[in-house]
């Protein structure tokens, strides 16, 4: 399977790509962790995440409905033509293994945080483990 043509293509591709299935898969673990929030967490931690996602999920709603527009010809924009052009030579067939693959790593990342805070007697709840690194420092560290 090729995905990319030359080489320069191949250098964008070997980054962006990842980093799209990365953002992705990101964003659906951050959404489905914020419902399970304990009843007492950290108002900072659970706020900066639901704003983290809105936004997230803001930028692919723009981004996804901005490339529509342009390829169903109601929006002229020159610069999203040409990511346009470069995400129809990805199409969802072709990277479904490695979004398979970052989904089953993401999954695989936080039962392997659970499964260590709870070995070294700390318990981390979700907020934490969807949370950034400071965040997480600072809600162990009240514990």
Do not use: K, N
């Not at 990511?83 to 072709?94: G, H, K, S």
Request: proline share 5%.
């Amino acid at each position: 399977m090729q995905l990319c043509g030359g080489r320069l293509d191949a250098v964008i591709a070997s980054a962006l790509i990842p980093g799209i299935c990365h953002y992705t898969v990101m964003l659906v673990q951050m959404t489905i962790a914020l419902p399970f929030q304990r009843a007492g967490a950290d108002e900072s931690v659970v706020t900066s995440v639901a704003v983290t996602v809105g936004v997230m999920w803001a930028l692919l709603v723009t981004g996804a409905v901005s490339v529509a527009l342009v390829r169903s010809g109601r929006l002229r924009s020159p610069r999203i033509a040409v990511i346009a052009a470069w995400l129809e030579r990805f199409p969802p067939q072709r990277i479904a293994p490695l979004l398979v693959g970052f989904a089953a790593l993401a999954v695989f990342d936080i039962h392997i945080q659970w499964l260590a805070s709870r070995a070294f007697g700390v318990a981390l709840d979700w907020s934490a483990l969807a949370a950034s690194p400071r965040d997480c420092r600072s809600s162990t560290s009240r514990s």
